[in-house]
């Protein structure tokens, strides 16, 4: 459908194409030898590229205040490896995650693949409302559901774009730690803040001395998500098992693009090019702002994003966002509706709506579209 002439596609959660570092990559490929590029053509090993692992320990102690005593790093193909890997190694037969509402439709996919239930968690423009969440979990668990993870988006989460305050990470850890229950943090999007500085927006695992978070980077939007190269951090009993079964999922990450991401890193290019894309992402996400200001109905409602790629919008209760879809498509304009991001049993009036791949006028003409197909139904 994304490729249906004339359709205006706000559905994909992709980065700007226009902007991918072509260059740069082009540049680290031809300053190769022939000794690298044997390397980065034959098999590796499962945990990854050594140079790499220590890179990213690296970074992950300089760039996000991680504690890495006790800690390991794991390279995955791409997080939602990453996120299949750590639901096959947490989860039993109807165990549980407990997942903000709304979540990712790839995490959610992957708990249940493996058999897991969700205990939806709400929030609010501060992230997932904590007051109450102990009591949820003990009541879950008093009907015999054992709680085995609690995963969290913590900056500009994907679909909703809200970003967990960080009293509230402080607070999550502390149930965490009293419950015993790992936090799985997936943080591809805590490089592309519009305001602030970054230590506005630290990992849980930043704060987490008990090795209770179970960390998951990318570089999907911060070199390529063609490139397939993500990462874990955790307790090194804990990634030995996740390395155990990632020899059954695929052996090994390319080893080609682990070599790019590490060159990527050590030339500078990964911190030039965030910084390049934060103003660009910024300005498209003014223009869907703005844009939701002129042409949506009084009775709809949306989020106002700090950063990454995505707004959730909230429609009145009565109406479906599949019923809505269905319409939008005539009048040119798609989105992902709100169902696929949500647990069993929730209400689907809502819409995903995402800038990150869209010039500024296709984003305005495509809420323009929108809103005149809202206008209607209400």
């Known amino acids: 459908m994304a490729n249906t002439p004339g359709l205006i596609s706000m559905a994909g959660g992709m980065p700007d ?18 000794s690298k590029a044997r390397v980065g053509l034959q098999y590796g090993t499962t945990k990854g590229y050594t140079p790499l692992l220590e890179t990213i320990r690296e970074r992950m102690e300089e760039k996000k205040r991680i504690p890495m005593r006790g800690q ?29 509402v709304p979540s990712f439709i790839g995490a959610i996919a992957s708990f249940y693949s493996f058999h897991g239930k969700l205990l ?27 709680v085995k993870g609690i995963y969290v988006i913590p900056n500009f989460s994907n679909p909703s774009g809200i970003t967990l305050t ?42 987490d001395s008990s090795g209770n978070v179970i960390y ?43 070599i790019i991401a590490l060159d990527y890193i050590r030339k500078g290019f990964i911190d030039g090019y965030v910084e390049k894309m934060k103003p660009i992402y910024r300005a498209k996400r003014d223009a869907i702002l703005e844009a939701m200001e002129a042409y949506m109905p009084d009775k709809v409602s949306w989020t106002k994003p700090n950063g990454g790629l995505f707004v959730w919008i909230t429609l009145p209760e009565s109406m479906n966002s599949e019923h809505v879809f269905k319409e939008a498509v005539k009048n040119e304009v798609a989105f992902v509706t709100g169902d696929a991001f949500l ?7 809502y819409i995903r709506l995402t800038y990150g791949d869209l010039p500024l006028e296709t984003i305005k003409r495509g809420v323009r579209k929108l809103g005149e197909v809202l206008k209607k139904m209400l």
Not at 216 to 223: C, D, M, N, P, W
């Open 72 to 100: 390991d790093v794991i390279i995955t193909t791409g997080s939602q490896q990453a996120l299949a890997l750590v639901s096959k190694v947490l989860l039993n037969d109807d165990e549980i995650i407990c997942v903000e």
């Open 343 to 349: 647990p069993e049993g929730h209400p689907n009036n």
């Open 17 to 34: 194409s226009e902007n991918l570092p072509f260059e740069e990559i082009k540049e680290i490929i031809n300053g190769w030898d022939t």
């Open 216 to 258: 998951l980077g990318t570089f999907s939007k911060v070199l390529s998500p063609g490139i397939r190269v993500g990462w874990i951090v955790a307790e090194k009993m804990l990634v030995e098992k996740l390395e155990l079964q990632k020899q059954s999922f695929d052996a090994c990450t390319s080893p080609l693009c682990q």
């Open 166 to 207: 960080q009293e509230r990470r402080k607070k999550l850890l502390q149930i965490s730690v009293q419950k015993n229950i790992p936090i799985i943090e997936d943080d591809p999007y805590g490089d592309l803040y519009f305001y602030g500085k970054y230590e506005d927006y630290l990992p849980i695992k930043s704060l």
């Open 120 to 146: 939806g968690i709400p929030v609010d423009d501060e992230g997932m409302i904590i007051e109450g969440l102990d009591e949820r979990i003990e009541e879950s668990e008093k009907l015999g559901k054992k």
